[in-house]
């Protein structure tokens, strides 16, 4: 029988010379984004000669592969375009069908590992708000039951009960409730006959809480999983025809393009959540400016990072008392962009003020907060070479982690513990060892 023969695959090829990478270059990048999402990855140039040659690569690798070419271009880039087979994707479900898929397999625990080990796509085309809702019949409306006032009520009520769990339980008890209550009750509740106002005022309220478990899943380390959320929070809100949510899930996906290293896409997002803003009270005003002013930050623009943070400032002494559950923004977030945007600028003892101050200013319930700040200002002590002042930081730290369930709090705990390695003969840094075990041992019996 007469061997098949391979079809050289011209278009990855086209791309690598788009990109101006050789063979090398693009297996360290595969394996580096493949780190990222937990997979140890041995690409080299070999492999990418035989993908070139017409070699398919494995399904898993494809979207790492492609991945990679995006980031180095700049630009989106498909399977098709790099030459891969379509898979046997079922067409694209309605929304709420999603939703109800997103939040069933994150409730699981069996299939929430499979969800958050996909890849974080730095160069995702974000949906254009005024292309959204135009799509608003995209949410498919059902007979089966009828919803009112009450029902958005209920969505409304529970997405403030959950983001009052995440401060003092963590995002590891409060995500798989959210998860829960959008696969078992919003999915259907989008399905249901309803007025246009009752529908548009429940795909808001959705979207708030799609918002709040997209932020969720982003601060336990689930990037990709958290980026779906995102895009689905966007979905709602355009149809929704609700700018505030819109524009406030933009800043948080630039949030995630920071805790990413990713600072001109940060940028690029924390302006477009600007920019896509109604006439906003000075509350939402402070909240977009502070991102604005780290992602500025980043990209190492210093006049624009301490502009902004002023304009966040005079915005926040204009709002008043109220503080939102959902997207929030007050002294104590205020403070910390602050420490974000001195560390950023490499002023690493103002960076470490600020955000003394802002653990100051929180509030003893927020928990997760404060168990955050702790470990940010402890690795930036020791960095200044403050060890004893980082160790009593990591130790309170670990006094609010031993309350909450986070995988950001789990990340803390390994970078602590192979930060302090190399002072482990100093008796603080003993003490510090021996209580996070304790605390470790704890946490899981």
Same mark, same amino acid.
């Given at each position: /029988?007469?061997?098949?023969?391979?079809?050289?695959?011209?278009?990855?090829?086209?791309?690598?010379?788009?990109?101006?990478?050789?063979?090398?270059?693009?297996? !360290?990048?595969?394996?580096?984004?493949?780190?990222?999402?937990?997979?140890?990855?041995?690409?080299?140039?070999?492999?990418?000669?035989?993908?070139?040659?017409? %070699?398919?690569? !494995?399904?898993?690798?494809?979207?790492?592969?492609?991945?990679?070419?995006?980031?180095?271009?700049?630009?989106?880039?498909?399977?098709?375009?790099?030459? =891969?087979?379509?898979?046997?994707?079922?067409?694209?479900?309605?929304?709420?069908?999603?939703?109800?898929?997103?939040?069933?397999?994150?409730?699981?625990?069996?299939?929430?590992?499979?969800?958050?080990?996909?890849?974080?796509?730095?160069?995702?085309?974000?949906?254009?708000?005024?292309?959204?809702?135009?799509?608003?019949?995209?949410?498919?409306?059902?007979? %089966?039951?009828?919803?009112?006032?009450?029902?958005?009520?209920?969505?409304?009520?529970?997405? @403030?009960?959950?983001?009052?769990?995440?401060?003092?339980?963590?995002?590891?008890?409060?995500?798989? /409730?959210?998860?829960? =209550?959008?696969?078992?009750?919003?999915?259907?509740?989008?399905? +249901?006959?309803?007025?246009? @106002?009752?529908?548009?005022?429940?795909?808001?309220?959705?979207?708030?809480?799609?918002?709040?478990?997209?932020? /969720?899943?982003?601060?336990? @380390?689930?990037?990709?999983?958290?980026?779906?959320?995102?895009?689905?929070?966007?979905?709602?809100?355009?149809? +929704?025809?609700?700018?505030?949510?819109?524009?406030?899930?933009?800043?948080?996906?630039?949030?995630?393009?920071?805790?990413?290293?990713?600072?001109?896409?940060?940028? %690029? &997002?924390?302006?477009?959540?600007?920019?896509?803003?109604?006439?906003?009270?000075?509350?939402?005003?402070? =909240?977009?400016?502070?991102?604005?002013?780290?992602? +500025?930050?980043?990209?190492?623009?210093?006049?624009?990072?301490?502009?902004? &943070?002023?304009?966040?400032?005079?915005?926040?002494?204009?709002?008043?008392?109220?503080?939102?559950?959902?997207?929030?923004?007050?002294?104590?977030?205020?403070?910390?962009? #602050?420490?974000?945007?001195?560390?950023?600028?490499?002023?690493?003892?103002?960076?470490?003020?600020?955000?003394?101050?802002?653990?100051?200013?929180?509030?003893?319930?927020?928990?997760?907060?404060? /168990?955050?700040?702790?470990? #940010?200002?402890?690795?930036?002590?020791?960095?200044?070479?403050?060890?004893?002042?980082?160790?009593?930081?990591?130790?309170?730290?670990?006094?609010?982690?031993?309350?909450?369930?986070?995988?950001?709090?789990?990340?803390?705990?390994?970078?602590?513990?192979?930060?302090?390695?190399?002072?482990?003969?100093?008796?603080?840094?003993?003490? &510090?060892?021996?209580?996070? %075990?304790? #605390?470790?041992?704890?946490?899981?019996?």
């Amino acid at each position: /029988m007469a061997r098949r023969m391979r079809v050289p695959n011209s278009r990855l090829a086209d791309l690598l010379d788009q990109a101006r990478w050789t063979r090398t270059q693009l297996a !360290r990048a595969v394996n580096r984004i493949g780190r990222e999402h937990g997979q140890q990855l041995t690409y080299d140039q070999s492999a990418v000669s035989h993908w070139i040659a017409g %070699t398919t690569p !494995r399904e898993s690798a494809r979207p790492l592969i492609c991945e990679a070419l995006a980031r180095r271009l700049r630009r989106p880039v498909t399977a098709a375009e790099a030459g =891969f087979p379509a898979t046997d994707a079922p067409a694209r479900a309605g929304l709420a069908e999603e939703l109800i898929d997103i939040g069933t397999a994150d409730m699981d625990p069996g299939r929430r590992a499979g969800l958050a080990a996909g890849t974080y796509e730095a160069a995702l085309a974000v949906p254009q708000f005024a292309d959204l809702a135009a799509r608003s019949d995209a949410i498919r409306s059902g007979r %089966t039951s009828r919803i009112g006032a009450a029902e958005v009520a209920t969505v409304r009520l529970m997405t @403030d009960h959950i983001a009052t769990i995440l401060d003092e339980l963590g995002e590891g008890h409060a995500r798989p /409730m959210a998860a829960a =209550f959008l696969a078992n009750t919003v999915g259907p509740y989008l399905h +249901a006959d309803a007025t246009e @106002d009752t529908r548009q005022a429940m795909r808001a309220a959705a979207a708030d809480l799609v918002y709040l478990t997209g932020w /969720m899943a982003m601060y336990g @380390d689930a990037h990709s999983l958290g980026q779906r959320y995102y895009v689905k929070a966007l979905e709602l809100a355009g149809a +929704a025809e609700d700018h505030v949510t819109y524009c406030r899930t933009l800043r948080g996906m630039s949030l995630q393009a920071t805790s990413l290293h990713h600072g001109h896409l940060a940028l %690029t &997002l924390a302006d477009s959540a600007a920019e896509a803003a109604p006439v906003a009270g000075p509350r939402l005003v402070a =909240f977009l400016r502070g991102q604005q002013a780290h992602a +500025a930050a980043m990209t190492g623009d210093r006049r624009q990072a301490l502009d902004r &943070l002023r304009e966040a400032e005079v915005a926040l002494g204009r709002a008043d008392d109220r503080r939102e559950a959902i997207g929030g923004y007050d002294r104590t977030a205020y403070l910390f962009h #602050v420490g974000q945007v001195r560390e950023s600028l490499r002023d690493l003892s103002g960076s470490i003020r600020a955000i003394e101050e802002s653990i100051r200013a929180q509030h003893p319930q927020e928990r997760q907060g404060r /168990m955050h700040a702790h470990a #940010v200002l402890a690795r930036r002590q020791l960095r200044l070479g403050h060890l004893d002042a980082a160790c009593a930081s990591w130790s309170r730290y670990l006094d609010y982690y031993r309350q909450i369930s986070t995988g950001r709090g789990d990340k803390h705990l390994r970078e602590m513990r192979s930060a302090v390695q190399p002072h482990r003969g100093v008796r603080a840094v003993r003490q &510090l060892l021996g209580q996070a %075990t304790e #605390v470790a041992a704890a946490k899981a019996a």
